[in-house]
C-alpha cells in the first residue's frame, strides 16, 4: 500500500496505470501507453517524415499506418525472441536487418496485391525501414521484454501511429481537396492544406491542440483526475478518424 | 553529362524539390538538431558527405551486384546494409586520419544512419535510373538542399527562442509552424527548371 501511495504522489503517468484491476495490469499499461500517453506522433514526436509526406489523403495514411503496424508486430516478436542471441555491440545492425526483411515482404505484398496504394505510397514504403518508430520500440521495448507483451506493444503502437497518422490524413483530405476517402463532400478546397507546407502546418497545430489539453487539468484540480483529459482528447480524436 | 543537366540536377534537388521541405525526407534531424545555427551546418556538412558517398556506393553496389544477381527485390535490405556500414567506416576513417574534421562531424556521424534522406536519395537514384555521375551528383545536391533547409530553419529558431507564444504552441508545435512557414515559402521555387 505505501508502495502505491508513494507512486501516486511521483507521477501521474505512473498513477493513472497502476489502479488498473484486470488480471494483469501491464497489457492495460502497454495498450494505453501506445494509443494515448505514449502515442508515437502527438507525444513521442517520433516517425515524422512518412506522417507528413503521406497524410494528404485518408486512404495513403490508413495504408501506411496498417503497413508500419504490421513490421512493427513482425520486428518485435522476432527481436524479443532474438534478444538473448543478438550480441550487444551490434544490436542495431541486427535490427536494422530483421526490419528491413520484414519492410521487404510489406512492400511485395502490397506491390502485388494493391497496386494502387503502393503506387501512391512510393519511395515511403521502403523507408518504413528507417522509420524512428519501429527502430526506437525495438530499442527500448522489444529488446528487454517477453514476445507476447512485445507484439502487444507493437500492436497498440502501430495502432496509434495510424490513429494519429488518420487524423492528420482526414483533416489535409477534407481541407485539402475537400474530399474523405476520394468521395466529393466539400466544394471548397485550400490546396495549401494538401501543399507540402500544410503538413508542417496541420501537424503542428494538432499537437498545440494535444498539449492544451494535456496542460489544461493540473490547473484546474490536483493530480488525480489528469487522466480524464488524455483520454478524452484521444477518444475525441478517435471518433473523428 | 552536360552542364545544363547538371544545373538543372542541383536547381531540382535544391531548391524546387528540396529534400526537407517539399519531399519530407530527413525530418527527424531538421527537427532535432536545428536549435542552433552551428550544430545546424555541422549536421549539413557530414549528410552532404555521407549522402554523396552512399549513392556512389549505393549504385555500384546495385549495377554490379544486384542487377546481374536478380535480386533487385532485395534493394531496400541492401542500401540500408551498405549505408549503415559505410557510416561506420567513414566514422573510424575519420577518426584514424582526420580528427579535425571527426571531432567536428562526430556526433552527428551516427545519427545519420537512421536519416531517410540518405536511403530515399538512394532508392530515388534507382527508381529513376540515373547514372553514375548523376547519382552522385544527386547525392551532394541533395545533401546541399537538406543543409540549406536545416541552415535557414536554425537561424530563424534562434531568434524565436525568446519570442512569447501561447503556451500550448511552445516546444515541438512552434518548430513545426516555423518549418510550415518556410516550406511555405520554397513552394515559390516550384516548378523551376532549366529551359534549354
Not at chain 1, 503502393?118 to 522489444?142: H, M, Y
Not at chain 1, 502546418?201 to 488524455?230: D, N, S
Request: aromatic fraction near 8%; charge should be positive.
Amino acid at each position: 500500500m505505501a508502495e502505491l501511495k508513494n507512486k501516486t504522489a511521483q507521477t501521474e503517468a505512473t498513477a493513472e496505470v497502476k489502479p488498473a484491476r484486470k488480471s494483469d495490469p501491464r497489457i492495460k499499461e502497454i495498450i494505453l501507453n501506445g494509443l494515448i500517453f505514449q502515442n508515437p506522433i502527438l507525444v513521442l514526436f517520433l516517425g515524422m517524415c512518412s506522417t507528413l509526406a503521406v497524410s494528404t489523403s485518408l486512404t495513403n495514411a490508413l495504408g501506411m499506418g496498417l503497413s508500419t503496424t504490421i513490421v512493427l508486430i513482425c520486428s518485435n516478436v522476432v527481436i524479443s525472441l532474438l534478444r538473448k542471441a543478438i550480441p550487444k555491440e551490434v544490436r542495431i545492425a541486427c535490427y536494422v536487418v530483421i526490419i528491413a526483411g520484414f519492410v521487404t515482404i510489406v512492400e511485395l505484398c502490397l506491390k502485388a496485391f494493391l497496386p494502387a496504394l503502393s503506387e501512391s505510397l512510393g519511395i515511403f514504403i521502403p523507408l518504413i525501414v528507417v522509420n524512428c518508430i519501429i527502430l526506437g520500440r525495438a530499442e527500448a521495448f522489444a529488446s528487454k521484454e517477453t514476445p507476447g507483451y512485445a507484439a502487444l506493444d507493437g500492436l497498440s503502437m502501430g495502432l496509434g501511429f495510424t490513429a494519429a497518422l488518420s487524423i492528420m490524413g482526414f483533416i489535409r483530405e477534407l481541407l485539402g481537396a475537400g474530399s474523405i476517402l476520394g468521395h466529393e463532400i466539400l466544394p471548397v478546397k485550400a490546396t495549401l492544406i494538401a501543399a507540402p507546407c500544410g503538413g508542417f502546418l496541420v501537424l503542428g497545430t494538432l499537437v498545440a491542440v494535444v498539449q492544451y489539453f494535456r496542460a489544461k487539468p493540473p490547473k484546474a484540480k490536483k493530480a488525480e483526475p489528469v487522466e480524464a483529459a488524455p483520454v478524452e482528447a484521444a477518444v475525441k480524436g478517435g471518433d473523428e478518424a | 553529362m552536360s552542364l545544363t543537366e547538371l544545373i538543372s540536377l542541383a536547381l531540382a534537388a535544391i531548391l524546387a524539390e528540396n529534400f526537407v521541405l517539399v519531399k519530407f525526407l530527413g525530418i527527424c534531424p531538421f527537427l532535432g538538431v536545428s536549435k542552433k545555427t552551428d550544430t545546424a551546418i555541422g549536421m549539413g556538412l557530414a549528410v552532404v558527405f555521407v549522402m554523396g558517398l552512399s549513392s556512389m556506393v549505393t549504385w555500384l553496389v546495385n549495377e554490379f551486384l544486384l542487377l546481374p544477381l536478380g535480386l533487385e527485390y532485395m534493394q531496400t535490405v541492401a542500401f540500408i546494409l551498405v549505408i549503415a556500414a559505410l557510416v561506420q567506416f567513414v566514422e573510424l576513417f575519420l577518426k584514424r586520419f582526420v580528427p579535425a574534421l571527426y571531432t567536428a562531424l562526430g556526433i552527428y556521424l551516427p545519427l545519420i544512419t537512421t536519416n531517410c534522406a540518405v536511403l530515399g536519395a538512394a532508392l530515388l537514384n534507382v527508381q529513376n535510373e540515373r547514372s553514375f555521375l548523376a547519382s552522385t551528383a544527386f547525392g551532394v545536391f541533395s545533401g546541399l538542399g537538406f543543409t540549406l533547409a536545416i541552415v535557414l530553419f536554425a537561424s530563424v529558431r534562434e531568434r524565436l527562442e525568446y519570442a512569447k507564444f501561447p503556451k500550448c504552441f511552445q516546444g515541438f508545435p512552434q518548430a513545426l509552424i516555423t518549418a510550415g512557414l518556410i516550406a511555405m515559402a520554397f513552394l515559390g521555387f516550384s516548378g523551376l527548371q532549366v529551359v534549354w
